[in-house]
């Protein structure tokens, strides 16, 4: 040990200590890991590693910071959900020289503090709604922002006749490894799934195929192991561990209502929940969200879905559509493509965001030491 950490060594045991470096950030746990080599030895361990992510998961302010992508500054950001504030640029998943033009990025989503980013290799100016399909080309990088550390997944399998794509991003916490999924509608073929698992490295085509498609193009939530989004005939769940789609689940919504773009799923109190607009949104602007009472459909169960429903908020904006984040305390709004709202379920009082404040994307995150198998640091 150098001359410091002696001295802390004799001021605090090794267990507050450890207590201590837990409640730390990342970056500056980086740093720490030069004082000595039992720190090194410590803060790399994998035991550490895990108990700071517990903390940094149920911690209060665990529920508060989100990564938004603000597509008109080419910026991916944190953002303090209760400030509202957008904080500096965390950079992006690949290095200088990668692309010789500013290519198209979307967030999938983000579990474990790892971020999985589609970046489309066509300029951003040449992306529109009717060319989504083009994201069939795209790579998809798994990237942790607070070591900066990332990996381009390998060339998936999937590429011919496809005219949509949906990407989805999970933990396998049974198999302890993160995965992607890829559904693809096709112009002349039944819908077609592939996963890639970062234990194997590769790509698998999902059989029995799904049955139905995803609505947009990335799965609205992972909980408890299952992706899940609206399909075209109710919900849609994916199941990390066992490979293997749910379709068709009923939810509280009439299937026109889907159709209409007003159902997302979100998660409220670690359980699976859809938030829409109301049939007569375009009077009232009423938002209802409703949670499901057992995940045991989602799993293959033969149960019948049955909800409940928890909020019924007011927000007096007409619009098409919803899509919603909760944290413990907080709804996270947004109506049409540009009106952000905060709902806070014990003031029950509706915020809206200040203009300054444009996102075009959101998901929640909090950061951690988790390593990406066969990742690099990004220059």
Known sequence: MTSNSSLIGDILTDDLVTEILHRLPVKSLLRFKLVSKPWLSLISSPRFIKSHLHHALTSPAAHQTLIVYKKHHLSISLFQLRSPQIGPSLGVPYSRGEFSFTPFTMLVASQNGVVCVAVADFPRHEMALSNLYKLNNCCLYLWNPATRQSRVLPPHDIREDVMSVCFGFGFDSVGNEFKVVRVVSSFRKPFSAEVYSERKDAWRRVKPKPCDVPYYEVFDVCVNGLLCCTGMYGLMAFDLNK????SGIRIPVRRRDIKRFNARVIVVNESVAVGF?????????????????????LRGDQVEASWTLVLSIRVDIPGRFVRGYCSSKDLLLVIGEDIWLSYNTEEKEVK????????????KY????????????VQ
Not at 278 to 297: I, P, Q
């Open 243 to 246: 490979e293997v789609f749910r």
């Open 352 to 363: 809206p965001f200040p203009d300054s404040i444009y996102l075009s994307q959101v998901i």
């Open 277 to 297: 607009f109301s049939r007569d949104m375009e009077l009232s602007g009423k938002v209802k969200v409703w949670t499901l009472d057992d995940d045991a459909c």
């Open 366 to 377: 909090n950061e951690s030491l988790i390593s990406i198998r066969g990742s690099k640091l």
